[in-house]
């Protein structure tokens, strides 16, 4: 109770703490371990092989928590099975879903349905209200701090935030830039109702794909050390600094042809450095957040001493 919001009664869960979509990287131990902690866990769909894997992903996921946990589809990413893998997610029953990077107006009247409560990813306040009017349950915004995929606008979430929850009715969540107890209370102070992590997650113990040096990285990197690319293509993603980014960044100045690009920013040139670790041959996703990571804790401590470090910034307040 002492938590509550719109959004942890919608989820059903103790913390209004969402751990954001991470493609490769959020499977079922990093989504149980949220889930267990009092946040809300997630599956990444659209990086599994396939729909089955999903299947498999989430009965896994239900055998390490009894909490509620949800699914993240990145519509964007289309490869012609969303709908199959949204189905999986109905049958399964899981407790949300959240979609991102495309126009999510033909998965909704699935979703509504079945009443599953939907999150909708936005980066603006105009994509907020449209969200809300195809009945969206809650929105993310995603401030221009976050690490991965961005908005166009290139507005943070500081000044975003406050903008959408003037703008509709249901509740807002931060996103973007967010890494302790300070992030989570100054979100509320904005008006929203629950906040949504992403880098932060990735340097735990619980994050069991992501190499060593790319968590090490993480947490060796200052907030300057992030830069956006493939903005030449209209995909803007924040990403950590190295000398293939810089070659990237270089490349995109010449051209905006998305196939010269490729070869370095495929999914396969992800994996090279985050599963693999091999960062001269690959990049990994980062937001600025990074520079106020120092550990890498279990998934359990770092939301525990959240709770610490909100607790005491609110009883300063009253
Ligand atoms: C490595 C990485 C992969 C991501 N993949 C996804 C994804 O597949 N789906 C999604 O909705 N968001 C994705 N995001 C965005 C996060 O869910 C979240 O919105 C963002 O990380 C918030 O900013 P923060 O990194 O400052 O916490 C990704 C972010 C990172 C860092």
């Not at 929850?165 to 102070?189: F, K, L």
Request: proline share 4%.
């Amino acid at each position: 109770m002492k938590w509550h919001t719109r959004l942890t009664e919608l989820l059903q869960i103790e913390y209004p703490i969402i751990q954001g979509g991470l493609a490769y990287l959020a499977y079922s131990d990093l989504a149980a371990a949220v889930s267990n902690a009092g946040g809300f866990g997630q599956i990444t769909a659209m990086s599994l092989p396939d729909a089955n894997a999903l299947r498999h992903e989430i009965r896994r996921t239900r055998k390490l928590t009894d909490k509620p946990f949800g699914i993240n589809f990145a519509i964007g990413m289309h490869r012609g099975d969303i709908e199959e893998r949204l189905r999986i997610a109905l049958e399964e029953k899981v407790s949300a879903v959240s979609l991102t990077g495309g126009n999510p107006a033909p998965f909704m009247p699935l979703l509504q349905s079945a009443n599953l409560p939907t999150l909708v990813l936005v980066s603006s306040r105009t994509q907020a209200q449209k969200a809300e009017q195809l009945g969206a349950s809650a929105v993310i915004v995603v401030g221009h701090e976050g690490g991965g995929h961005l908005g166009r606008d290139e507005v943070g979430t500081m000044v975003l935030v406050p903008q959408v929850v003037d703008a509709v009715r249901i509740p807002v969540v931060a996103s973007g830039g967010i890494s302790d107890g300070r992030g989570w209370m100054a979100s509320h102070a904005l008006g929203a109702e629950g906040i949504a992590m992403g880098t932060r997650f990735i340097a735990t113990q619980e994050c069991i794909f992501a190499s060593p040096s790319y968590k090490n990285a993480l947490v060796k990197a200052s907030s300057s050390d992030t830069v956006v690319i493939k903005r030449s293509i209209g995909f803007p993603a924040r990403v950590l600094r190295s000398p293939l980014i810089d070659k990237i960044m270089e490349l995109e100045r010449e051209t905006n042809d998305r196939e010269a690009l490729m070869p370095y920013i495929s999914g396969e040139a992800n994996k090279r450095w985050i599963y693999d670790g091999i960062q001269e041959e690959g990049f990994g996703w980062a937001g600025q957040a990074v520079g106020l990571i120092q550990d890498i804790p279990k998934v359990s401590e770092l939301i525990q001493r959240m709770v610490r470090e909100a607790e005491d910034l609110r009883n300063k307040w009253t």
